[in-house]
């Protein structure tokens, strides 16, 4: 999965790399995230991150900004607000209680079920602590603040609730009744969880579970994958680099090519070939963002003139109202030669290079028997979006021309791959792709050049609406605006013998 950690990702950048003997009581959950020093983290959180965490950001704050402008941003502002009601719990208050570790489960996403687990040493807790009704659970007494959404809450408009329990040195909080009691369980019972992978934070995530939960699909909007099971995730230092590394199970993938791209904006490879064709499509050969799968009209004849009918006979009656498109189905014209040449010759996997200057590169293993199928394919599309084409040779590249000579479209061969472009110049030093032997998936992006495309997204999206998500001004540049520190991520995806591991790497606006 391609997302989830990028908060963590950008606190620990001036740490070393912690190995925490710890196990906390956290009940098995969707997602399960553990701090093991409270110390180091507290030294890490500077900035825009204490700010927010402190419940004090700035007007402005990238982090402020980033999280309003997702739909679960400002429904969990409104519920923080009436549990801070009961707790202001903010982290100037888990440093007050002297917290050596942390843990953090979210049972379920829709009631905003979670259980906080501190470490702490005091003998007393702070009178700040609500009393509430005073039950008890397996001999442990515990405290009800107010039902959540999970306990059937008698207020609808209400999710997070509170309940805690002091466990020896463990405070344990719960937005729920039902959450508090599972984690007493565990208590009770000895168990805990320890940190899955070594580093700064870790991580552990349910892929099963969350891929059924329509809170989490809405939110996170992005491609399954063959991931299975459990992944888990940690923070690490390599050198001046912060590292995220990611390890699951099942990646029945095989391995894909790498090549160089100097200065691109974004490049990668991508594993699967099912989006090759929406990518060309929609990046290359009609280059808008919802082309019709029927862009061709259907050609009729024109009425016969020795015909007394009352017909329109120059097909144009300004008295009546346009045909609906069900009366005059239109046709899919060239796409059929493109869904006959792609059935007949599949794309596996497929890389894309596109360039600060906005230019855009796919490429793709193909047979060069096949190259003319390909380029007629091509210049039908062009023929249909602008008329009749030329071909010409510009050294090893064949680029298709329109009108009064103007690039439409670029294909150059490197040994067994195809390249293609809007034009000849963006295919003069493209390198041929290697394969890598256990190498699945790779990409990396230049976080300035994406944040530089704002206003044109905001252009063609729209402006912001309250009921719609947009996908690249909302939901990117959100998850962008949690990185405001970090101008480059690089990720790399490698079999292992259990199944992948994947790193991720992320490059600080200084370097």
């Known amino acids: 999965m391609r997302r989830q950690t990028g908060f963590f990702s950008l606190v620990f950048a001036s740490l070393a790399v912690l190995a925490g003997d710890v196990k906390l009581p956290l009940p098995e959950a969707p997602v399960r995230v553990l701090i093991p020093d409270v110390k180091a983290f507290d030294v890490a959180l500077t900035g825009a991150y204490r700010r927010f965490a402190l419940g004090k950001p700035k007007a402005g704050d990238p982090l402020l900004s980033a999280w309003r402008k997702t739909q679960v941003g400002s429904k969990l502002e409104?519920?923080?607000?009436?549990?801070?009601?009961?707790?202001?719990?903010?982290?100037?208050?888990?440093?007050?209680?002297?917290?050596?570790?942390?843990?953090?489960?979210?049972?379920?996403?829709?009631?905003?079920?979670?259980?906080?687990?501190?470490?702490?040493?005091?003998?007393?807790?702070?009178?700040?602590?609500?009393?509430?009704?005073?039950?008890?659970?397996?001999?442990?007494?515990?405290?009800?603040?107010?039902?959540?959404?999970?306990?059937?809450?008698?207020?609808?408009?209400?999710?997070?609730?509170?309940?805690?329990?002091?466990?020896?040195?463990?405070?344990?909080?719960?937005?729920?009744?039902?959450?508090?009691?599972?984690?007493?369980?565990?208590?009770?019972?000895?168990?805990?969880?320890?940190?899955?992978?070594?580093?700064?934070?870790?991580?552990?995530?349910?892929?099963?579970?969350?891929?059924?939960?329509?809170?989490?699909?809405?939110?996170?909007?992005?491609?399954?994958?063959?991931?299975?099971?459990?992944?888990?995730a940690a923070l690490r230092k390599e050198g001046e680099d912060l590292v995220e590394i990611r390890e699951g199970v099942h990646e029945p993938r095989g391995a894909v090519n790498a090549f160089s791209a100097p200065d691109a904006a974004a490049a990668g490879w991508e594993p699967e070939g099912s989006d090759f064709w929406p990518a060309l499509r929609r990046g290359l050969l009609d280059a808008v963002p919802n082309p019709s799968d029927r862009p061709v009209p259907v050609?009729?004849?024109?009425?016969?003139?020795?015909?007394?009918?009352?017909?329109?006979?120059?097909?144009?009656?300004?008295?009546?109202?346009?045909?609906?498109?069900?009366?005059?189905?239109?046709?899919?014209?060239?796409?059929?030669?493109?869904?006959?040449?792609?059935?007949?010759?599949?794309?596996?996997?497929?890389?894309?290079?596109?360039?600060?200057?906005?230019?855009?590169?796919l490429v793709f293993l193909w047979p060069e028997t096949q190259d003319q199928?390909?380029?007629?394919?091509?210049?039908?599309?062009?023929?249909?979006?602008?008329?009749?084409?030329?071909?010409?040779?510009?050294?090893?590249?064949?680029?298709?021309?329109?009108?009064?000579?103007?690039?439409?479209?670029?294909?150059?061969?490197?040994?067994?791959?195809?390249?293609?472009?809007?034009?000849?110049?963006?295919?003069?030093?493209v390198p041929s792709p290697k394969s890598e032997s256990g190498l699945v998936r790779w990409a990396k992006v230049d976080l300035s050049a994406a944040r530089a495309e704002a206003p044109r997204w905001a252009k063609v999206e729209g402006p912001s609406r309250p009921e719609q998500m947009r996908p690249l001004s909302d939901r990117v540049l959100g998850l962008l605006g949690w990185m405001p520190a970090t101008s480059s991520i690089s990720v790399e995806r490698r079999k292992t013998l259990t199944g992948w591991t994947e790193t991720v790497r992320f490059g600080s606006a200084g370097k």
């Open 78 to 232: 409104d519920q923080w607000t009436r549990f801070s009601e009961f707790l202001p719990l903010t982290w100037e208050e888990i440093r007050k209680l002297q917290t050596t570790s942390m843990g953090f489960a979210l049972l379920e996403v829709g009631h905003l079920e979670a259980v906080l687990i501190l470490d702490t040493p005091l003998a007393a807790l702070p009178a700040s602590f609500p009393k509430g009704d005073r039950k008890t659970h397996g001999g442990v007494t515990y405290s009800l603040i107010a039902k959540g959404a999970a306990d059937a809450s008698e207020d609808p408009d209400r999710r997070m609730g509170l309940a805690w329990a002091r466990v020896g040195q463990r405070l344990l909080l719960a937005t729920s009744e039902r959450a508090l009691k599972l984690a007493l369980d565990e208590s009770l019972a000895g168990r805990g969880m320890a940190p899955p992978m070594e580093g700064f934070v870790s991580m552990e995530l349910n892929l099963d579970v969350l891929r059924k939960d329509r809170y989490f699909r809405r939110e996170f909007l992005f491609a399954e994958g063959p991931e299975t099971g459990k992944l888990r």
């Open 299 to 361: 050609l009729r004849a024109l009425p016969d003139p020795s015909q007394n009918a009352p017909e329109d006979r120059y097909a144009v009656d300004l008295t009546r109202p346009r045909a609906a498109q069900g009366d005059a189905p239109w046709e899919e014209g060239d796409l059929g030669t493109w869904k006959g040449l792609l059935q007949r010759v599949p794309v596996a996997s497929w890389g894309y290079w596109i360039g600060k200057d906005g230019s855009r590169r």
């Open 373 to 429: 199928a390909f380029m007629e394919a091509c210049r039908t599309t062009i023929v249909r979006r602008a008329g009749p084409t030329t071909v010409a040779n510009v050294g090893d590249v064949r680029e298709i021309r329109m009108g009064a000579g103007f690039p439409a479209f670029a294909i150059r061969r490197t040994a067994g791959f195809l390249w293609v472009a809007s034009a000849a110049k963006d295919l003069q030093d």
